[in-house]
Structures are given as C-alpha cells and as structure tokens.
C-alpha cells in the first residue's frame, strides 16, 4: 500500500506515484517566557527572502504538484469547478447611495474582480453604469476594490484599490459623469484597513492612513479636493494609538464628522465626534468600558448599540450636541433574549437586526422605541452580515440583503411609513440549492455548552455513517456566521455530501458572552466546541471518521490546527487556509499586533500559558498519526504571515507516522483569493484534495460518464 493510501479503501492516487521527499532542516532555538523555555527548530522558514527558504517553498511546490499530477480526475473536477463559478452569475455585494443616485458593488461572472455601478432605480437596472472597473484599469485581475464612498450628491465616488492581494489599497476619487481620476491617489489608506469620510459639499474628506509605514498608528487627515495639502486631524485619547483602528462616518445633514476607534481586533471601542465647521473639535462620545459596539448619527440625534450591562445589547439615543456623551442618553430598544447584530437609522424609524445563534430577523421601532409593523423574514435567513451591512439609502430609506443557506441574496428596501419591496438588484445564478434541506441541530460542548450546528443535505440523507460531510467554523472577534448563499457549496452536495457548519464560542451568535467565552484565556473553548460538533456528527450516523473532513480558514485556520494537534482522530482530512500556527510568534507580525486584544500576549503570563496550550505549532508530538492536511498561504498576505503555513508543513511532516500526505499550497496573492482565475484553480485544488481523501473521485468521474452518455 502506498503512502497515500487510506486503511478502509483502495489507493488514492496512481501507486506508482511517490511523492517526494523535501529534506528541511531542524535548527533549534530556544526562547524564554516567563521562565519557560520554548525550543522550535523551523523559525529559519520566518525570513520568505532567505534562500534557503526560497528553495524549500520551491520544493514543496513541487511536491504538492506532483500530488496533484497524479490524480487522475482532476481535469473533470475543474471544469465542474469553472462551470460552476465562471457560468454568468451575478450579484451585488453592497448598496449604497449619493444624491439621487445608487451606487453597488458588483461581481458579474466571467469577470475577475467586482466593479461599482451607478443606479438611478433600484426596481430597474437597464440603465445601470459602470463607474469605475478595476478589470479595465488591470486586465491582468489583480487589482481589487478594498471598498468605494459616494459623496453626498452622487458626483463623485471615492475607492480604494489594491493589488496582488496585498489589501494595501490607494485611494483614488473618480467623477462619476466621465470617470477622470480627480486629484493625485493617496497610497496606503487601506494598510490593514482604512475607512473615509466626505465633507457635506463634497470639496473634501477625512481618510485613514499609518504614520507607521508598517501598519500601526492610524490617523485622520483632511484632503481638499483640488486645494490644499492634507491636513492631519486626530483625536486625542486613543486608548492605543499604536494599534488603533479608525471608521469614519458623516452624517446626512453634513454637520457632523464621527470616528469609531477599535483597540486592535478584539471588539473594545471608543467614540469620538466633531463638528464639520472649520474650526471644530473633536471630543470623545463613548469610552470602552461604555461597550458601544456601534454607533450611528442621525439628523439630531446619536444611536448607540451598548452591550454595557446588556451583553445582548440595547439601543441608546442621545442628543446629537456638542460635548455630549453617553451619560446623557436613554434607552430606547431594551436588551431581549435576541442578539442586537446590526441596527440603521432613518428619518423616522429605527430598523434592528436581531440574532437567535444565527439565523436573523428584522424590527422596526420610531424613534423613541415604539414597536412598529416587522417584516418577515423567512426562516434561517440573514440580513446583516460582516461584509453587508443594512444600509442606509438618504433621510427615509434603509436597504437589507436577504439570503439563505439556499436561497441567493436579493436587496430588499422599505421608506418611512412604506412596506419592504424586493429590488431588481437580486442573485441570479445558475447554481440551484433550492432542493437541499437545512436543519438545526445542536452538539454539547465539553462544559455542557449546547452548539448550534446547521445542517444541509439533500432530502432522506442516510444516517448510518456512510456519508461524506464537511465541518467548518469559524469561531473569533464576534463574528456571527449568519445564514450566507455560496454556489461552491454545490460540488459537495451534488457528491451526497453533507455539509455542516457550526456556530462554535468566539463568534457573535449569541452576543458579548458568546464571544467572550472563546477569547483570550478562554479559547480552548472554540476548540472544544468545534470537536463537539465533529464528535456529533459521528454519534448520530450523519458521517464517521473515516467520512469527514474539517475546513477553516484564518482564524478558523487555527482552530484547524488546534483541532488537528488536539484530536487526530477527528477527521480523515483537514484544510486550513491561510491559517494561524504558531501563536506564540504570532505578535512579531503587524497584524499580530493588532490581534493580541483578541488572542492575548505573551508578555502577559496567563494568556502566555493559554496560548501555549492550543498552539498548534507547538503542540505537534513526534509520531502520531496526523490526518490528510492541506494548508494554503498567500505570499502578499498582510494579515496572517505564509511562514505560519510553512513552519507547520515542516513540523507535520517530520512528525507524523500516518503515511497521510500533509500538503501547502502557496500563491503570490493576500489573505483573500485574488482574481476569478486564482478562485477556480483554488477551489479545485481544496477539493481535488478533500475528494481524493474521502474516495469521491470515482464518483465524479461515472458523473461525467453518464452526463456524455
């Protein structure tokens, strides 16, 4: 039996195929923490410029290519892959408007990058224009929209543009009648996120950009458009100005000028608000121990999301006043059993997104708290979610995206006094996920903790261990897995695959305590929870070991490799992309940084001894029987370093004695995928990997036999 071969089945791959041995050598260093010595042996893989380094990425590449070569099917898998993803599609990632005009985001396969559209009726888009189309200012499709701000009278659109995945974007300001670039770009106001702000008449703006030409110390300046220089303008009273994080916003009226400041990635913010005029001052609205996780002007008035003795968050309202704070408002939505995710603000309503573990609905209130009319959202459905926000249309309309698990998005819209109404800007794919079931399950968390599992699978699955599942979670910074529409999911489906995604502690799902009971000190209980749901999964026949596979990426690439480290066991094959693996060196980075608010230090000795507990770098134990791993890692990526992937392809593969391939897949892109291109021969290559493991590719092959027949 060859070394790619699975104990229950036959050969993977073409048994004359051996995959090549990469000889990486074991270079001990110690490092101390807290009188603990830690030993490594592949921090030398940390400098991608060394030669030597260069050589092993070579050397793994072709490695992972050679596995690749020999499957046999995978030609068939990725035309099944371009057929699914390159097939016209289109859909509109987010909404908003300057004036009379609407202007979106939108991807409109076979193109490679999404572009921004100007609409002047959201129930028609015949007349809908291209404003500015990075697929014609790159044809290469490796330049990206990081994100795009109207100005208040639709005249003018300002984007930040990056390239090859590197996110750090350059703002540049586009006419929107003739598409000039106005002004010279400003470079780097997206380095690790950016955000900006127009003056009421559209003569100016507020930006986001590092005094640190690595990322940290984020500032405020005003840019004229066509007069004077930049001119800073900060806030003082960051709570950390090293690793603070600026969202800018403006009110409608054009009085006001608000800054949101996180402190790093964990969730804790600051408030600080100006007038517009010349000579006005800043002045700070909200301090984190106020846990104001949002906020939003409105045309007299503040609203704030508090989660301060309220972990599932309440609505205030404040006068909007110079020098006013948090002290002087009054609760207007009370705290519920139901999550406050999301909230926007109209000229007479107050619209809530609430949360129940996922699933969302919508309410509506006046502007003193009065329940008004709600409208229905179907079930297991989203309408806010980390990439699409509700949006606010001028003074009296608010837009929402709804999708499913299996319905695709379509952007509804409601006005003051109006009842919502479907616009013409909805999905439309040739992926159809209408006949597959969802259902709601729950696994037991190691402390009695009840997991919201979300199960989709075509109608009568058998429950007898026999079918191939794929788990995936994500589980950090509050981010809530809400109900999402994805064509991919349908290359496992159609392969009576299920799939199952579990909303593990560390996300929002169930509010601040939810993520707060998987942060910090408390992590390892994502990674107990998630091992929950794997072990459920088992127990009640919906798969076996043998038939799952485990998926994450980011920080859901670490809970990966913690899983992985802490249980080989789980699953017959892990994918972690672009993940976190050592997390003790983690914070040397840039934006390691920034997470330590999420992740802890270790300079400090708790989250020290927390971090060393699930790293999974460090966690690795010579001979064991390490499952089927496939890490990806994009070389231009400035939020999680490749040598992350690197280093734990090295010690996963000096370690196990399973005779299971353990693979990474490195690409000149960022954190994200690049292009289209780049999404297809990813894509194909994750389920080439998770095909081949779980024994799927025969099936693919008959499938395209009887599909020619």
């Not at 104990?7 to 270079?27: A, F, K, S, Y």
């Not at 921004?116 to 959201?122: E, F, I, Q």
């Not at 220089?229 to 090293?242: C, I, M, N, S, W």
Request: with cysteine.
């Amino acid at each position: 039996m060859c070394s790619l071969c699975a104990p229950d089945r036959g050969c993977l791959t073409d048994p004359m195929t051996t995959l090549p041995l990469v000889e990486t050598p074991r270079i001990p260093v110690v490092t101390s923490y807290h009188g603990v010595d830690v030993t490594e042996e592949y921090r030398w893989l940390e400098d991608g410029t060394s030669d030597d380094t260069i050589a092993w990425t070579k050397a793994q590449h072709h490695l992972t290519r050679t596995y690749y070569d020999a499957v046999p099917w995978r030609d068939t898998l990725r035309a099944r892959v371009e057929q699914l993803l390159k097939a016209e599609r289109t859909t509109y990632r987010s909404l908003m408007s300057g004036g009379s005009t609407y202007f979106a985001l939108k991807e409109q396969t076979p193109r490679q990058q999404p572009f921004v559209v100007a609409l002047t009726d959201l129930g028609d888009t015949a007349a809908e224009r291209i404003v500015v189309d990075p697929n014609a200012i790159d044809p290469s499709g490796e330049t990206a929209i990081d994100w795009f701000v109207p100005s208040p009278d639709g005249g003018r659109v300002a984007v930040s543009l990056s390239e090859h995945g590197t996110e750090d974007g350059s703002l540049h300001v586009f006419d929107v009648e003739t598409g000039e670039v106005l002004d010279e770009p400003i470079p780097h106001v997206n380095l690790l996120g950016g955000s900006m702000a127009w003056r009421h008449d559209g003569s100016g703006f507020w930006y986001t950009r590092c005094a640190d030409p690595a990322g940290f110390r984020q500032q405020v300046w005003l840019r004229e458009i066509g007069g004077a220089q930049h001119r800073l303008d900060v806030a003082e009273g960051f709570a950390d100005e090293v690793i603070a994080e600026n969202v800018l916003s403006a009110s409608l009226d054009g009085r006001w000028l608000m800054d949101r400041v996180q402190k790093g990635d964990g969730g804790d913010w600051q408030v600080f608000i100006r007038s517009q005029d010349p000579d006005g001052a800043w002045w700070q609205l909200a301090d984190i121990p106020d846990k104001c996780a949002y906020a939003v002007l409105g045309s007299d008035a503040v609203y704030v999301l508090s989660r301060r003795d309220a972990p599932h968050g309440k609505v205030l309202r404040l006068p909007l006043t110079e020098g006013a704070t948090v002290a002087d408002s009054r609760e207007i939505v009370p705290p519920s059993h139901l999550v406050i995710e999301d909230f926007a603000v109209t000229h007479g309503t107050l619209w809530v997104a609430d949360m129940d573990g996922g699933p969302q609905q919508l309410r509506a209130f006046d502007l003193d708290g009065g329940l008004l009319s709600t409208p229905e959202i179907p079930p297991v459905s989203s309408v806010s979610s980390y990439f699409a926000r509700l949006s606010r249309l001028g003074p009296d309309r608010i837009a929402w995206r709804c999708e499913s698990f299996t319905e695709p998005p379509t952007w509804w819209v409601a006005a003051d006094g109006e009842a919502p109404r479907p616009t013409a800007l909805a999905t439309t794919s040739p992926v159809d996920l209408s006949g597959y079931e969802v259902t709601r399950e729950f696994a037991v968390s190691r402390d009695g903790t009840h997991v919201p599992l979300n199960i989709i699978a075509a109608p009568g699955s058998p429950r007898d261990g026999t079918a191939p599942a794929l788990l995936t979670a994500y589980g950090g910074y509050g981010i809530s897995l809400v109900p999402t529409f994805d064509p991919e999911r349908l290359l496992w489906l159609e392969q009576g695959g299920v799939l199952a995604i579990a909303n593990i502690r560390g996300g929002g799902e169930y509010g601040q305590e939810w993520h707060h009971a998987g942060r910090l000190a408390t992590k390892q209980n994502c990674f107990d929870d998630f091992i929950a749901c794997a072990d459920h999964l088992n127990d009640t026949g919906i798969t076996s070991r043998g038939r799952l596979a485990i998926i994450g990426g980011s920080n859901g690439g670490l809970l990966m490799g913690a899983v992985l480290t802490q249980r080989p066991d789980i699953a017959r094959a892990v994918v972690a992309a672009v993940p976190v693996m050592d997390s003790l060196r983690s914070e040397t980075t840039t934006n390691g940084k920034f997470n330590t608010t999420e992740f802890g230090t270790v300079e400090d000795p708790e989250t020290f001894t927390a971090l060393l507990a699930y790293s999974p770098y460090h966690n690795v134990v010579d001979g064991t029987r390490y499952p089927a791993v496939l890490m990806t890692a994009g070389e231009n990526d400035t939020r999680v370093d490749a040598w992350h992937a690197k280093k734990m392809t090295a010690r996963l593969q000096a370690a196990t004695s399973s005779g299971q391939p353990v693979l990474v897949r490195l690409e000149a892109t960022g954190h994200l995928t690049g292009s289209l291109d780049q999404s297809i021969e990813e894509t194909t290559d994750i389920y080439t990997f998770l095909f081949d493991q779980l024994g799927l590719g025969s099936q693919l092959v008959a499938a395209k036999r009887q599909a020619t027949s």
